[in-house]
């Protein structure tokens, strides 16, 4: 290896190790230092060439775990030692299965498997180095990052009843994007059922077979945000022109667009343009266009415009699958009823499932412990008893604003719009069913309402719920995500 490259390594990593998180006591600082030496021990520079470093791990868990836990850091510590715009890549090494029996092996190819993370992000709403291609003629493409994940493939992603009909017409746009009858594609569905995975799927899937096409994929809040640092600075117009320039557009969560009318304003005009010059667009969402609330009518009737596909949560069978197809990734092998353990605990959301999943692979690989049904348990049952919540007033009016799309403070006020006031009426209806409560405490945490408008609000509910199938279905899905 070479001393030099191993050298700025060892800085990296002393940079890193003295910029972690602080720590409430020395106790839990000394277990963030044990835990960050025991992970990068295992991790090796092999070249360095071109401002391109390749890390050398021992499974594909370690590249995920470096990126969700450690990315900023080490890119912070990169960008010191070596300079700007280093593009990280990593390879991993040959690790054989044992003849010992036992019920995890690794199994991961010996080839070297380049997997790029480019450590430069989307610029904030527009960059000043892009140019306009609608001024200057003859500069049609622009290099932007597309924010895709390569994890989030086709290949990867397990179709079962609950998101067949979804993955199929995704399958379809990403052949022939924003030249089918499907635009825009809007997926909507509960927390963790996949609808992000299948957006990027097609990024992914146009990027490779039009990698001319630029593609990009963004958080509804990010384009908020970029919306909002646009307009402080009298710059909306190159806001606009920065997504004119997208041939296939994917954002997430476009719910939280609610009550921003502003923000709308500018994304009506952007979608018409997409759609009106054959771009494609794919939104997700928790929910079905129609029910989302705030939403300017125009925007509301143009997502009816292509197709929306619900993705229900996995049934048990699909569930499996995705378990067996995230662990065969990372060479680990389980028995039949460990995998049947962890089919049957995660019967909602996929997403926490995994992070269960990756849970156990983290401690049984860096302690070098064997994974069995006891320590699946084990591992569940701490997660859970640490995540739990108290379900109080607040809690309840996070819950509630979080899945209307409004701002608490819309909540508390005193306006009697239908957007604000239903969802107000359902945060007092569960503060009375889930907590002790009384009609004059929920008020004054209301924002000072009198009792009997919380005592009104309370049987509104209990009634109107009986008879009005969008209101039963809020009642239904807000108390799902408030007690879990």
């Known amino acids: 290896m070479d ?31 044990k835990s960050f030496d025991l992970l990068f021990d295992k991790v090796r520079p092999v070249s360095l060439v071109d401002n391109n470093l390749t890390l050398m791990v021992p499974s594909d868990f370690y590249k995920e775990y470096i990126e969700d836990n450690y990315l900023s850091l080490l890119s ?26 036992k019920s995890v092996t690794m199994n991961m190819k010996g080839k070297t498997v380049p997997t790029p993370k480019i450590q430069e992000t989307m610029p904030q709403g527009f960059s ?20 895709l994940k390569s994890d989030f493939s086709f290949e990867n992603y397990v179709e079962g009843e609950s998101n067949k009909f979804a993955a199929t017409v995704a399958r379809s746009i990403a052949k022939r994007p924003g030249a089918t009858a499907f635009n825009p594609l809007f997926l909507y569905g509960g927390y963790g059922v996949g609808k992000t995975h299948l ?34 600075a009298h710059k909306q117009t190159e806001f606009a022109n ?3 320039m997208v041939d296939v557009l994917i954002i997430d969560d476009i719910q939280f667009l609610s009550g921003k009318s502003a923000t709308q304003d500018s994304f009506f005009h952007i979608f018409d343009y997409l759609h009106q010059n054959g771009k494609q667009i794919i939104l997700t969402s928790d929910k079905a266009p129609a029910d989302i609330m705030d939403i300017q ?9 292509g197709l929306s596909a619900e993705i229900k949560s996995p049934d048990y069978n699909t569930r499996k699958q995705i378990i067996v197809d995230k662990l065969s990734r990372d060479g ?103 907590t002790n409560a009384t009609f004059t405490k929920i008020g004054e945490e209301m924002g000072g309402k009198d009792h009997s408008t919380v005592m009104y609000a309370c049987e509104t509910i209990k009634d109107v719920s009986k008879i009005d199938k969008e209101v039963k279905k809020y009642v239904k899905e807000l108390s799902e995500r408030i007690k879990h």
């Not at 990027?200 to 809040?221: H, I, M, R, T, W």
């Open 332 to 434: 680990i092998v389980l028995t039949e009823d460990m995998l049947d353990f962890l089919a049957s605990e995660a019967k909602t959301n996929v997403r926490e499932l995994i992070g269960v999943i990756n849970s156990v692979i983290a401690y049984s690989t860096i302690y070098k412990s064997d994974l069995s049904l006891e320590l699946l348990k084990e591992t569940i049952n701490k997660i859970a008893a640490n995540q739990k919540k108290i379900i109080n007033i607040p809690y309840i009016q996070e819950v509630v604003c979080d899945y209307f799309g409004i701002k608490r403070e819309q909540l508390l006020s005193k306006t009697r719009k239908r957007e604000i006031a239903l969802p107000r009426q359902l945060a007092m209806y569960f503060a009375k069913e889930l």
């Open 242 to 244: 920065f997504y004119q």
């Open 297 to 305: 009518d125009r925007i509301v009737s143009r997502f009816k415009w």
């Open 128 to 147: 000043s180095n892009i140019v306009n291609p609608f001024v200057v003629p003859g500069i049609k493409k622009v290099n932007i990052d597309s924010n």
């Open 76 to 101: 912070a510590a990169l960008k010191k030692y070596i300079g700007k715009g280093v593009k990280l890549w990593y390879s991993v090494m040959e690790n054989k299965p044992s003849d010992s029996g």
């Open 3 to 33: 001393e030099n490259l191993m050298m700025i390594w060892q800085r990296c990593l002393q940079f890193m190790r003295d910029n972690l998180n602080a720590a409430e006591d020395n106790s839990d600082l000394k277990k963030l230092e």
């Open 199 to 232: 957006g990027q799927a097609v990024g992914l899937e146009v990027k490779n077979q039009f990698p001319d096409k630029v593609v990009l994929y963004l958080s509804s809040e990010k384009f908020i945000q970029q919306f909002i640092s646009a307009a402080k």
